[in-house]
């Protein structure tokens, strides 16, 4: 059975600070997904990760794919109250009918 | 924005009546899925759908059933619902080739007591 571990589970924060959030398997992804969702709302596809060690910024956060393509990391620098969200990882696993493996999330609070 | 709605978007329901979700896309993509959402289990996959009539189970499909007689939507069905149906349901698409990313409905929050 394929598991996504994600760490922390959850997070509080001042405005400022910087963090990591880490998505961890003992199986090979084909590409790597985050998300985030806020309150009420469904996930938002955030980037994709395909190449082992591919770095990917979007903004504030950098996210970086494991050179053996088994775990992935997102860091936000310089947190604002908008990143405030349940952040998602996804696994994908080629030919398994476009199924995703889903980490459990992290939620993050940052404080004004 | 990828076209995806869902109804309703609440529903509370008593214990044992049938319930029906609907999701409906507007671009016509082939791959579907019904997840729930639930605290301390994240997102599980309940049914999802390769192609109109074309339907299999997911981790978490004991009572629940799906159709897709037509491409743009995909209904779940509660066949008697229990309380422990109790969730937030989200529909996806998956749009299309690799990588297989996933675009979510809005969800609908589905209260049985």
């Known amino acids: 059975t394929q598991l996504l571990e994600q760490s922390p589970q959850f997070l509080s924060i001042q405005e400022g600070e910087n963090l990591t959030v880490y998505c961890n398997s003992s199986?090979?992804?084909?590409?790597l997904q985050w998300y985030r969702q806020e309150p009420g709302e469904g996930p938002v596809l955030l980037v994709t990760?395909?190449?082992g060690g591919e770095v990917k910024k979007l903004k504030r956060l950098t996210f970086q794919f494991g050179d053996a393509r088994k775990d992935s990391s997102l860091h936000i620098t310089a947190a604002q109250p908008g990143d405030t969200g349940l952040y998602l990882c996804?696994?994908?696993?080629?030919?398994?009918?476009?199924?995703?493996?889903w980490g459990l999330g992290t939620s993050l609070a940052v404080n004004p | 924005d990828a076209g995806i709605t869902q109804s309703p978007r609440h529903k509370v329901t008593e214990t044992g009546t049938p319930v029906t979700l609907r999701c409906h896309q507007t671009?016509?993509?082939?791959?579907m899925y019904w997840y729930r959402q639930d605290p301390g289990h994240g997102l599980r996959l309940i049914h999802y759908s390769y192609g109109v009539k074309d339907t299999d189970k997911g981790e978490v499909s004991d009572g629940y059933s799906v159709s897709r007689s037509k491409t743009e939507d995909f209904l779940l069905t509660l066949e008697s619902a229990t309380s422990s149906q109790t969730s937030v349901y989200f529909c996806a698409i998956s749009v299309g080739g690799l990588p297989y990313e996933q675009y979510f409905g809005p969800g609908t929050r589905l209260t049985v007591t």
């Open positions: 671009e016509n993509h082939r791959y």
């Open positions: 199986s090979v992804f084909s590409s």
């Open positions: 990760v395909v190449t």
């Open positions: 996804a696994g994908e696993d080629a030919g398994n009918n476009r199924k995703l493996i």
